[in-house]
């Protein structure tokens, strides 16, 4: 499901269905799309930051139409202990592996795959990431 923004309509909630994982979306040549993310954040319940919620930053091919610093976002997801990811969505193979890693993410925080949790999943990336 999509939302352009949280909170989620309070209307449609017994219709809808668990949530297992939040990709917050952000245009990196707009800074309306990171002030709507930033102003999203405080609807998410503390919990879903364990593993649940990541940043996928879209539009980093254009380095000369950059909007926003690269570092705000990286700062965001520190903050939120929340993993980010930097696509160009024009270029096929790119689109492709990074639907992949979301799949991924999303089968392991909804419990699909065995022994590894949402936190301990973050956690490894984090620590990836440090190195």
Do not use: W
């Not at 799949?103 to 956690?123: D, E, K, T």
Request: hydrophobic share 45%; net charge neutral.
């Amino acid at each position: 499901h999509i939302a352009t923004s949280l909170p989620l309509p309070s209307e449609r909630d017994h219709l809808r269905p668990r949530i297992d994982l939040i990709v917050f979306m952000i245009d990196i040549k707009s800074k309306y799309s990171l002030r709507n993310v930033e102003a999203s954040l405080a609807y998410v319940d503390a919990s879903f930051f364990l593993g649940k919620v990541c940043f996928l930053v879209t539009g980093v091919g254009r380095v000369n139409a950059c909007s926003i610093d690269t570092n705000a976002v990286c700062k965001l997801g520190e903050t939120y202990c929340s993993p980010v990811l930097f696509c160009e969505l024009e270029l096929e193979g790119i689109r492709v592996v990074t639907a992949q890693r979301l799949v991924r993410m999303l089968q392991i925080c909804a419990g699909h795959i065995p022994g590894v949790s949402a936190l301990s999943f973050v956690s490894l990336m984090r620590n990836s990431d440090d190195d």
